[in-house]
């Protein structure tokens, strides 16, 4: 059974910072984790993935602030937020695209979901 599970969100002052992270468990092979958001009234929108090599992409909003990083060893994945701003409220969701071990096939999983508010 896979399992990604989310830790990290919270309520933040305007220019402060937080720490999501996702760890994912199950007989699993990875290829790619990441995070997206949904803020109330909008889409789910990308924020940000990494590959298991370590290449990254990272939305144009929160390409100077936030950083993805991730220990394959432990099958999680890291989101620094930094100067957060209002608009950055939402519901992070964490993503792996990965495969069950002796199955090919690659399916994407999702975590249950954190919530981020950024207000003074």
């Known amino acids: 059974q896979v399992q990604l599970v989310e830790s990290g969100g919270g309520l933040v002052q305007p220019g402060g910072s937080l720490i999501l992270s996702c760890a994912a468990s199950?007989?699993?092979?990875?290829?790619?984790m990441g995070w997206y958001r949904q803020a109330p009234g909008k889409q789910r929108e990308l924020v940000a993935t990494?590959?298991?090599?370590?290449?990254?992409v990272l939305s144009n909003s929160v390409r100077e602030r936030f950083t993805i990083s991730r220990d394959n060893a432990k099958n999680t994945v890291y989101l620094q937020m930094n100067s957060l701003k209002p608009e950055d409220t939402a519901v992070y969701y964490c993503?792996?695209?990965?495969?069950?071990?002796?199955?090919?096939?690659?399916?994407?999983?999702w975590g249950q979901g954190t919530q981020v508010t950024v207000s003074s």
């Open positions: 993503n792996a695209r990965l495969r069950v071990l002796l199955t090919t096939t690659l399916r994407d999983y």
């Open positions: 199950g007989n699993i092979v990875i290829a790619t």
């Open positions: 990494i590959t298991s090599g370590g290449s990254t």
